[in-house]
């Protein structure tokens, strides 16, 4: 069974361009959430996480923070 997966993004973030750059060079498309746009999604994001952090991916709703652990898990999940 596969996992689910939802990106948590600011646009003025430069980590989440990190991941994003690496997403976009390895063809690897998630669901993106705009905390700025939506602020629903900001609201799920501290409900769920604890905390106002991006990026943060959601896998399976367990929260991720770090754009490098975030990066060097995608690595292991889309290799």
Do not use: W
């Amino acid at each position: 069974m596969s996992a689910t997966y939802e990106l948590y993004i600011m646009p003025s973030c430069p980590y989440c361009h990190k991941v994003l750059r690496y997403m976009n060079q390895h063809n690897i498309e998630l669901p993106l959430r705009d905390i700025t746009a939506e602020p629903e999604v900001r609201a799920t994001l501290e409900r769920v996480g604890g905390k106002v952090q991006v990026p943060c991916l959601f896998i399976d709703g367990n929260p991720m923070y770090e754009s490098d652990d975030i990066i060097a898990y995608l690595q292991q999940a889309f290799a």
